[in-house]
């Protein structure tokens, strides 16, 4: 490997001797001190190799035994170098391609923002660029891990910013934070329930209903007033939308009752008994069993606690039977509308806001013919549906 | 009178004989590659025939398809497929 390496390196020179003494010129050679190689006689002549620096030295040898020395072959690195030389372009050619591509690889050629949603790209590179980070700079140079912690304490919406470079493109991966989102719904009077809208008095903002407009739950019905001075928004940050909006809205509810009944009641009798237990044990010492016919137990355990959470192991237990008793009711259907009214009436009274008038009042009964009663209340109000949407 | 005592001189010291010697030392390695160290001149060579003077008289390497493939001053290699060798005349000094 290394010998041919030599041989090329030094170059080879593969030459035809021709003569009448060649065992002469030989001998006269390595005399000199050079060294043949692969020395052969043919028909022609002596073939033999010599190092390119040796070639020159052989002329003496020659020209004593009157031998001609023909070149036949050359090789080897010097040849190659020559053959180079005399194509001087193609050589500067590549050296300045390739030293283009090495100085081009070190720059920053392009710059790219990912992961963004709402910043804005462009500003993000414009930021980076005043920071240094722009094309056609040695990216060596950068401190990327600065310009990152700078851009990041520039930009507020960004939770983290991370620069990576990869050749000759940078990017920067943006993280943005997650805002509460501010509703467009703030500041506007939306309506509390559906109704019928009857009036409307508006203060501050813009009406988006019309009297006699049957209005749903949620709807906008005055829009907060735009801002367009810089001053008030200082003062006021959302603007409120003021005004009352009056409507007929209706409440209902329905009532039940059956006209016979089954139903087990607490007869309102109770029987205490004491007893102890001991870890599952349970050893009651006053009255041991129920004493009535049908009853509800209720366990009370009293634990004497030591200190901390170490208890006494022997618990005082109390048993309270609670009698019941079966009640079989028969009403009459005036009873039964009656009792059904007065659970509807309860039910809407629930469902009204406090303080309203109430304006109408009917009572439905429904017709049911399962053997109860069924009464719907309907209520009608008048009352102001603006409240302010919740955020 | 010098080459008696250094001979002599190479007994008593245990020298081998090469380095004593002004005679060729011929090193064959299996049927191609011969090596002549020591010689004076080539008398004549050719594809068949190899003649080398020596101190010891000359030599001739007989075969097929001779070549020396390096000649140096004092060291020959030669390769190709050897058929005989053998000594001829010269006189002992």
């Given amino acids: 490997m290394f010998e041919w390496l030599r041989t090329f390196w030094y170059g080879r020179i593969l030459f035809l ?3 009448e003494h060649l065992a002469h010129f030989v001998n006269q050679v390595s005399k000199e001190g050079i060294i043949l190689y692969h020395t052969q006689k043919s028909e022609r002549g002596m073939r033999a190799q010599i190092k390119l620096a040796d070639f020159r030295r052989l002329r003496r040898p020659a020209r004593r035994t009157h031998t001609r020395v023909h070149i036949v072959a050359k090789y080897g690195w010097p040849f190659v170098a ?13 050296v300045i391609i390739a030293s283009v591509l090495t100085i081009l690889s070190q720059l920053v050629l392009s710059i790219s923002v990912t992961g963004n949603k709402n910043l804005v790209a462009a500003d993000v590179i414009e930021r980076a660029e005043k920071l240094g980070l722009r094309t056609w700079v040695y990216s060596k140079d950068l401190d990327l891990n600065g310009i990152a912690k700078s851009l990041q304490e520039q930009l507020p919406d960004a939770a983290w910013i991370g620069i990576e470079r990869q050749g000759t493109s940078i990017q920067i991966r943006v993280s943005e934070k997650t805002r509460p989102s501010i509703p467009d719904e703030v500041g506007n009077l939306v309506a509390s329930r559906a109704g019928i809208v009857k009036e409307i008095m508006v203060i501050d903002g813009t009406p988006l209903i019309h009297e006699g407009e049957t209005v749903r739950a949620g709807q906008v019905l005055i829009k907060s007033p735009q801002v367009n001075n810089m ?17 007929r809205v209706w409440y209902s509810a329905e009532g039940q009752i059956p006209l016979v009944e089954d139903k087990v009641e607490e007869s309102g009798r109770v029987a205490k008994g004491r007893g102890i237990k001991i870890g599952s044990r349970v050893i009651m010492l006053t009255a ?15 634990s004497i606690k030591l200190w901390r959470n170490w208890r006494f192991p022997v618990e005082g237990i109390r048993v309270d039977h609670i009698e019941l008793h079966n009640v079989h009711i028969e009403r009459t259907v005036s009873e039964a509308r009656q009792l059904a009214e007065q659970i509807a009436r309860a039910e809407v009274q629930k469902k009204l806001t406090q303080g309203v008038p109430i304006v109408l009042e009917t009572v439905k009964v429904l017709s049911d013919n399962s053997g109860s009663e069924r009464v719907r209340v309907e209520v009608e109000t008048y009352e102001d549906l603006a409240v302010y949407a919740n955020p | 009178m010098f080459k008696k005592i250094q001979t002599s001189v190479g007994e008593v010291l245990d020298f081998p004989p090469d380095v004593v010697g002004e005679g060729p030392k011929i090193t064959i390695t299996g049927k191609r590659q011969i090596m002549v160290e020591n010689y004076i001149s080539i008398l004549n060579f050719s594809e068949e025939e190899i003649r080398l003077e020596t101190a010891e008289g000359d030599i001739f390497f007989r075969g097929k398809g001779l070549m020396l493939k390096v000649i140096l001053a004092t060291e020959l290699q030669i390769e190709g497929e050897l058929s005989s060798f053998w000594f001829d005349g010269g006189e002992t000094k």
């Fill in chain 1, 82 to 94: 020559a053959r180079w030389w005399r194509r001087k372009g193609l050589l500067i050619g590549i």
């Fill in chain 1, 288 to 302: 041991q069993s129920s004493p009535f016919e049908q009853s509800r137990e209720e366990v009370i355990t009293q």
């Fill in chain 1, 17 to 19: 001797a021709r003569g």
């Fill in chain 1, 231 to 247: 001053s008030s928004a200082k003062n006021a940050p959302v603007s409120v939308a003021r005004g009352f909006v009056r409507a």
